[in-house]
């Protein structure tokens, strides 16, 4: 998926993230120093790793973990296998995993890697061996009880089967909570898969409500259909929406008359692409942004709405399903036009959630029904939804700023009760 580029030079994940976090805190009073505390990163690890392909060569790898904080509990994240990855983005990442734990309540911090790679153009076997070593390079990091991994993009239940076992291998026992997102035959947790696209369908319920929007006929575009946005698609057409256009890295496709998202599941099955599905017109995925619908869900990469297509967006509500999709200058032009958005450290925060829940279940040897995790997942997602549009219009806040504002106090509470270990 490309990303959007705006006239001026294209802002950073990491500065993005930073400017979000200090529009949120001018509006807090508190003492700047403690601020700086919570702000930047704990620790940063780059590594190279040298793999064995297939053809008996050595190519070396660069990986990436970063600690944004531990303050609340272990730091928790995703690791990311894409040839654009980047310091600066697994930093901005990290940094929001901290606040998107923080808005949900539960007791971690925040934590991200990456390696840069191309993991379409690798074999399972060169795959597994990177992981492998990935895991054995950050061997003192990891553990349940200081960083817990999780899948992202290029990554599934099979990365994170290698990580637990190599991990467990140099601990000498099974240890199934040093990962989450694992298969359900490891220790996995039911619901885990669609938790982050069903957690986009609750908090865009509550926004409906709140807009005076009627989830039946509300129509609907989602940019990127990969697990979040494909998930996200099919619960919101299970719920009476009105799906017109959705979009992968192959391209887009559009019906106004609506898509049946059960047929073009199976489609995407077959040919691994949403392009060509009988019944639609191709669109771009930069038109897709730009279509006149009542709700817009962008699934994809960052920095997707830039200030040069943010005047043309005519959703009511932008639910962002992935991390980033609009950059701070774009944010205060959609604010301006009336759009709703639900911002990323809520809108997505059901995976981490359900990850926390098997991170419990894990630890405690007892696992739920998936009806039970879906129902604690939609108790805390409402709830947290509640929190942050309480504080929005109190505050006479955006949503994204009163995010930030519970998040930072949370953190900062617990921050100011440890005080500074010197």
């Not at 930073?18 to 700047?32: H, T």
């Not at 690798?122 to 950050?138: C, F, H, I, K, V």
């Not at 040919?271 to 930069?286: L, R, W």
């Given at each position: 998926m490309a990303r959007l580029k705006s006239t001026d030079i294209e802002i950073s994940s990491f500065q993005?993230?930073?400017?979000?976090?200090?529009?949120?805190?001018?509006?807090?009073?508190?003492?700047?120093a403690w601020l700086e505390v919570i702000k930047q990163p704990r620790r940063v690890v780059i590594v190279n790793l040298p793999v064995r392909m297939d053809d008996g060569s050595f190519q070396v790898f660069t990986g990436y973990r970063v600690q944004h904080s531990i303050t609340r509990g272990p730091a928790k994240g995703g690791i990311r296998y894409h040839q654009d990855v980047t310091l600066?983005?697994?930093?901005?990442?990290?940094?929001?995993?901290?606040?998107?734990?923080?808005?949900?309540?539960i007791p971690f911090g925040g934590g991200k890697g990456g390696i840069t790679c191309d993991p379409?153009?690798?074999?399972?076997?060169?795959?597994?061996?990177?992981?492998?070593?990935?895991?054995?390079?950050?061997?003192?990091?990891?553990?349940?009880?200081?960083?817990?991994?999780?899948?992202?993009v290029n990554t599934n239940e099979q990365t994170m089967a290698w990580i637990m076992d190599t991990y467990s291998m140099h601990s000498r026992h099974t240890v199934t909570s040093v990962v989450t997102g694992k298969p359900i035959s490891l220790g996995g947790s039911l619901g885990r898969r669609e938790a982050t696209g069903r957690g986009v369908l609750f908090t865009i319920r509550e926004a409906a409500k709140h807009m005076d929007i009627n989830m039946e006929g509300a129509t609907v575009a989602v940019q990127g259909f990969g697990n979040v946005g494909s998930v996200a698609a099919d619960l919101l057409y299970d719920d009476g929406c009105k799906?017109?256009?959705?979009?992968?890295?192959?391209?887009?496709?559009?019906?106004?008359?609506?898509?049946?998202?059960?047929?073009?599941?199976?489609?995407?099955?077959?040919?691994?692409?949403?392009?060509?599905?009988?019944?639609?017109?191709?669109?771009?995925?930069?038109?897709?942004l730009e279509l006149e619908c009542d709700i817009l869900v962008p699934a994809a990469l960052e920095?997707?709405?830039?200030?040069?297509?943010?005047?043309?967006?005519?959703?009511?509500?932008?639910?962002?399903?992935?991390?980033?999709?609009?950059?701070?200058?774009?944010?205060?032009?959609?604010?301006?036009n009336g759009v709703?958005?639900?911002?990323?450290?809520?809108?997505?925060?059901?995976?981490?959630?359900?990850?926390?829940?098997?991170?419990?279940?894990?630890?405690?040897?007892?696992?739920?029904?998936?009806?039970?995790?879906?129902?604690?997942?939609?108790?805390?997602?409402?709830?947290?939804?509640?929190?942050?549009?309480?504080i929005s219009m109190t505050k006479r806040v955006n949503m994204r700023i009163a995010a930030f504002m519970l998040a930072i106090k949370r953190v900062m509470d617990v921050s100011m009760l440890r005080g500074v270990y010197a």
């Open positions: 993005n993230a930073m400017i979000q976090f200090d529009e949120a805190a001018k509006r807090m009073q508190v003492n700047p600066d983005e697994v930093k901005a990442l990290a940094a929001w995993m901290t606040w998107k734990c923080a808005v949900v309540g379409l153009k690798m074999s399972q076997g060169e795959l597994e061996r990177l992981t492998r070593r990935y895991t054995a390079d950050l061997i003192d990091i990891l553990g349940p009880e200081l960083d817990v991994p999780a899948p992202d799906i017109i256009a959705v979009s992968d890295v192959k391209g887009g496709i559009i019906n106004k008359n609506g898509i049946d998202i059960k047929k073009l599941l199976q489609h995407v099955k077959k040919t691994k692409s949403v392009v060509k599905f009988p019944g639609t017109k191709p669109i771009s995925n930069e038109d897709i920095n997707q709405i830039t200030e040069e297509n943010a005047p043309k967006i005519r959703a009511k509500i932008v639910a962002e399903g992935a991390n980033g999709p609009i950059i701070p200058k774009a944010d205060k032009i959609l604010d301006k709703f958005i639900i911002p990323d450290i809520l809108c997505n925060a059901g995976g981490v959630t359900v990850s926390y829940f098997e991170w419990v279940q894990d630890r405690m040897g007892l696992f739920w029904s998936e009806r039970e995790v879906n129902q604690r997942l939609e108790e805390i997602m409402k709830n947290s939804f509640r929190d942050v549009l309480e």
